[in-house]
């Protein structure tokens, strides 16, 4: 009841004006009464973002592209890797790197090799962004690995607004904090994912359900001179991919379209239309990451839950959000 005098967002009220709660501080001090609580914040004058109308002008771009190509894939997996890619170089060394700032924008972030391909999806957001130009880039470029990961099925995401941009990459960190897919040998790349995980916070469990995300999209040669699907629903967030690590015969490929494979070291499976990476193939070679491997395999309902909760913790590492005032507690 009374739910049209009052706005909900983002899983707290509003006052359905901050121009009410003005009139009551103004009034307030008129009267002489104390207004300098520090957890009093009112509302900046950008009007309030509209979340759930940004998740659906997300969704209809997706939805829109796939039409288009017309051929079973979308930007399902490249809108995940970009909200990714934006968060996976934070450092809880010095708390720099993250998503906070959307600096893949710039150079250097723009132009480095792991990002290539990105941006793509950077540009096809751009309309949305402009539509709803309340929204930082940085809170749009991680909603839409939420939405991405939420329209092909997969569990829904915590999420909360209150990233902030920054207008050069100049604060952007150095190369080489994102992971690669080969480091030359297992050991090493085993060493390797442990490596830039342990560096954002994460555990192996973490890590484990976070790689799950190949469950979408596919490798291009254009971009990473990789090619093709983890699995044969790309658009379909599922445990499919460590279904297949497990239980599929992967070799190293030999071919492609009839021609010796010129590209970087990668894995097929029987029918040659699939692919794994060395750092995926890597999982199921350290018995710690292999017994995650396996309880995602088995239980897709626990891969959604661990996913959810990790995926959640990368989109908000490095960002102080706002501090929620009074009139937001209960």
């Given amino acids: ?10 899983k707290f009220a509003f006052p359905a004006s901050a121009a009410t709660l003005l009139s009551i501080t103004s009034s307030l001090a008129a009267s002489g009464k104390n207004t300098s609580r520090a957890d009093i ?52 060394e010095d708390g720099s790197g993250g998503c906070n ?13 792991a990002n290539a391909g990105l941006k793509v999806a950077r540009d096809a957001l751009e309309p949305i962004k402009d539509k709803f130009p309340e929204i930082s880039y940085a809170d749009l470029y991680t909603l839409a690995g939420v939405v991405a990961i939420e329209e092909s099925g997969g569990p829904t995401i915590p999420f909360r607004l209150g990233r902030k941009d920054e207008d050069s990459g100049e604060s952007s960190p150095p ?11 297992r050991k090493d790349t085993i060493q390797h ?18 790689i799950g995300a190949h469950a979408v999209g596919r490798c291009h040669t254009e971009a990473s001179g990789y ?27 030999l071919t492609h379209n009839g021609q010796p494979w010129d590209g970087p070291d990668q894995y097929e499976d029987s029918t040659g239309k699939l692919m794994m990476l060395p750092s995926d193939i890597a999982l199921i070679h350290d018995p710690v990451f292999r017994k995650y491997v396996e309880a995602y395999a088995k239980d897709e309902d626990l891969f959604f839950k661990d996913f959810a ?22």
């Fill in 227 to 253: 090619w093709g699907p983890w699995n044969f629903s790309e658009t379909t967030f599922s445990n499919e991919y460590f279904r297949l690590l497990v239980e599929e015969r992967w070799s190293p490929k």
């Fill in 175 to 185: 190369d080489g904090r994102l992971p690669n897919a080969d480091m030359g040998n």
């Fill in 193 to 210: 994912i442990r490596d830039i995980f342990y560096r954002m916070g994460f555990n192996d469990q973490e890590m484990v359900a976070l």
């Fill in 101 to 113: 700032g959307a600096k893949m924008r710039f150079s250097p972030e723009a132009n480095w090799g």
């Fill in 309 to 330: 909760k990790a995926f959640a913790k990368l989109l908000e590492l490095g960002v102080t959000f706002p501090k929620r005032s009074w009139f937001q507690k209960n």
């Fill in 41 to 92: 914040t009112l509302a900046e004058s950008s009007p309030t973002v509209k979340i759930e109308k940004v998740k659906a002008a997300i969704a209809n771009l997706i939805e829109e592209d796939a039409d288009k190509r017309g051929d079973g894939t979308a930007l399902t997996g490249t809108l995940v890797r970009l909200a990714w890619h934006s968060s996976g170089t934070y450092s809880k």
């Fill in 1 to 10: 009841m009374f739910q049209s005098a009052r706005l909900s967002f983002n």
